[in-house]
């Protein structure tokens, strides 16, 4: 039972691939569609007003193909800003699955003759653009993969410059704890004796004073004594 998950590990890895590029191209064409019918509304007059249709041709395809031309590259870039991507492999199945999904809503428009009959210059440059959206989305992958390696690179520096500033913070610390040490156990040796040990020469002093009312205390007992015995009478 334990063998499964690592058998059936990498293709799940390859269906979340594919979804995700198959997702990567559908949500390209849907902003490039949004963002083409905004420009063309703006710039039909403009774009009819163009002397010779060798000039109207290839702006209207350029204003149709902006899902590959424009907007696949910034995702594919921004994408690959977070997720390591594969460059051919994600621009070439990107730019398939929404081109997939421009011949289906052609087909859907005008059915099999929409797909066989029509062929011109302006089929030419579609295809011309969307071999050219390719290349531009394998050209923004790389360079969203190298701009991550830099931020990454960079981020690496910034967390060694905290750490060796961390360690002389860390190195000055201990240093001052050791000085705040030694300076308390220099306080501690000059401190003076306790009150409860009396000095040399007041022991002195006091071992003379009761010596002294010891010896006064003696004769006077010697006196007392002396003048308690009777007198006998000379015979």
């Known amino acids: 039972m334990s063998s499964k998950p690592g ?10 691939r594919f979804q995700f590029i198959v997702g990567l191209g559908f949500l390209s064409l849907v902003l490039g569609a949004m963002l083409s019918v905004s420009l063309v509304l703006r710039l039909h007059s403009r774009v009819n007003a163009l002397p010779s249709d060798f000039l109207r041709i290839p702006v209207a395809v350029v204003l149709e193909d902006l ?45 099999m003759d929409g797909l066989t009959t029509g062929w011109s210059f302006a089929s030419g440059l579609r295809i011309v653009a ?3 959206g390719i290349l531009l989305s394998a050209r923004a992958i790389r360079a969203g993969r190298a701009a991550a390696e830099r931020g990454s690179a960079a981020a690496q520096e910034k967390a060694a410059a905290r750490k060796s500033e961390y ?7 201990e240093a001052a704890g050791e000085r705040l040490e030694q300076r308390e156990g220099g306080a501690a040796a000059e ?17 003379g004073t009761a ?18 015995v009777p007198k006998t009478p000379a015979a």
């Not at 360690?167 to 610390?173: G, P």
Request: proline residues 5%; glycine residues 10%; hydrophobic residues 50%.
């Open 67 to 111: 899902w590959v031309l424009a907007v696949l590259p910034a995702l594919c870039y921004g994408a690959a800003r977070i997720v390591a991507l594969r460059t051919w492999t994600t621009a070439v199945g990107a730019a398939v699955s929404g081109g997939v999904f421009v011949v289906a809503l052609n087909f859907v428009r005008d059915g």
């Open 7 to 16: 058998v059936l590990e990498p293709l799940r890895v390859r269906v979340r």
């Open 211 to 228: 010596s002294a009312a010891t010896s006064t205390v003696e004769s006077e007992g010697n006196s007392s004594s002396s003048g308690d």
């Open 130 to 132: 969307f071999v050219g």
């Open 167 to 173: 360690d002389e913070f860390l190195k000055a610390a």
């Open 191 to 207: 401190a003076p004796a306790p009150s409860g040990s009396a000095p040399v020469g007041d022991s002195a002093a006091t071992q």
